[in-house]
């Protein structure tokens, strides 16, 4: 009788998509949840042209007559493997939790609460833990004085990167900057004895084990428009790497301490503007549902209520510049072009658009009813 019953598209009582919540760690509610995400995926196929998760689903299914139930445990792994959190499905989908539709789907997230649930079953191997924390291979890199960047040009290198942590031999690897954005921060300034300003900059991992450039490219602009930005020492990843992993401890680790950073420049007004989208996502959309319940506590000045806030209300700062720094990245080696384009911005006045003139630098009232407005390609 349970195998000839249509599966309902009505939300299970397995549906979790709060680690805080028992049920979420139940591999019994979890199975009830796929099933029912299998089963409205393939009688929607909206997003057969997203990432391999669905042409793995939906080939799978067609091969078993159309019957979910018949998808095996191998089967399933394979899809949630292939997912890399892009969430343009998410996006797509018309009967998302975002926008209200009483099936409450969230492939994602369903994705996320499978991985954290192998996290716990199985452990974190050495891939997930390397990868997991980049701001630790940052600076290991830095202590190999460049070497590390040698070596990852290095095809027997390579190969073993491949063997060891699963990293494609022939994956183009970001180098890894010989000092970070905190410390160009510290020496020119940027970070004060007192928190304050109308914004402080979070500047991610990439940035600050990466590509420093572009977090003072960021500055220069803010500054340029009027804007008075403010650095901070010690800021940690948002968390997306452990998390992708499962690795919710990590996470919680690493917000708790970007709070205690950030929260004295927010209770000043400050704004948290974060440079990559996908930071300023985890910090609007997935921080609410994973940081512990210490930190969601109700008090006269929450924390997490604090952060969220200030990462997602539109602010002054908004109204008179939102850029997009991939000019100056990608003339980051001309010194001379870029001291040209960075000239012409004074004459832009607040709140006025440049994107006539200079493409690449758009003003946006709003991005997303978000603070975290500078952003790269």
């Not at 789907?105 to 192998?118: C, I, T």
């Not at 390397?130 to 940052?138: E, K, M, R, T, Y």
């Not at 970001?174 to 900059?201: D, N, Q």
């Not at 500055?219 to 690795?247: F, H, K, Y």
């Amino acid at each position: 009788m349970e195998q000839t019953k249509n599966i309902a598209y009505q939300p299970t009582d397995g549906l979790s998509y709060a680690p805080s919540e028992a049920k979420y760690w139940d591999p019994e509610a979890l199975d009830k949840e796929i099933r029912r995400t299998f089963e409205i995926c393939h009688g929607c196929r909206l997003c057969f042209k997203y990432c391999d998760s669905f042409p793995s689903l939906f080939s799978s299914i067609d091969g078993k007559d159309g019957d979910v139930r018949q998808i095996t445990a191998a089967e399933t792994a394979k899809v949630m493997d292939s997912c890399f959190q892009c969430k343009l499905c998410e996006v797509q989908c018309p009967y998302s939790e975002r926008d209200g539709h009483e099936f409450k789907l969230d492939f994602p997230r369903l994705v996320q609460r499978y991985v954290a649930q192998k996290a716990r079953r199985e452990g974190l191997g050495l891939r997930d833990r390397v990868l997991g924390n980049p701001d630790s291979a940052g600076a290991a890199a830095r202590a190999s004085l460049g070497i590390a960047n040698v070596a990852n040009r290095v095809r027997l290198h390579r190969i073993f990167l491949e063997k060891v942590l699963g990293i494609h031999r022939d994956k183009l690897l970001p180098e890894f900057a010989g000092t970070t954005f905190e410390r160009w921060a510290s020496h020119a300034g940027k970070i004060r004895p007192e928190a304050g300003g109308e914004a402080v900059l979070f500047q991610t991992c990439y940035v600050q084990n990466n590509e420093p450039e572009i977090g003072r490219d960021t500055i220069e602009v803010l500054e340029r428009n009027g804007v008075d930005v403010r650095c901070a020492n010690g800021l940690e990843c948002c968390g997306m790497p452990a998390w992708e992993r499962g690795d919710l401890e990590s996470l919680r680790r690493r917000v708790k301490v970007n709070l205690r950073i950030l929260l004295p420049f927010i209770e000043r007004g400050a704004k948290v503007i974060a440079i990559n989208p996908t930071c300023s996502m985890m910090m609007r959309r997935e921080h609410p549902t994973l940081v512990g319940p210490e930190d969601r506590k109700p008090r006269k000045r929450s924390p997490l209520l604090s952060w969220i806030q200030a990462s997602s209300s539109g602010p002054s700062v908004t109204k008179r510049v939102s850029i997009r720094t991939s000019a100056a990245r990608r003339e980051r080696r001309s010194p001379t072009t870029r001291r040209a384009i960075f000239a012409h911005r004074p004459s832009v006045s607040k709140g006025e658009t440049c994107c006539e003139r200079f493409p690449e630098f758009r003003y946006q009232p709003s991005w997303n009813a978000a603070a975290t407005t500078a952003r790269t390609r």
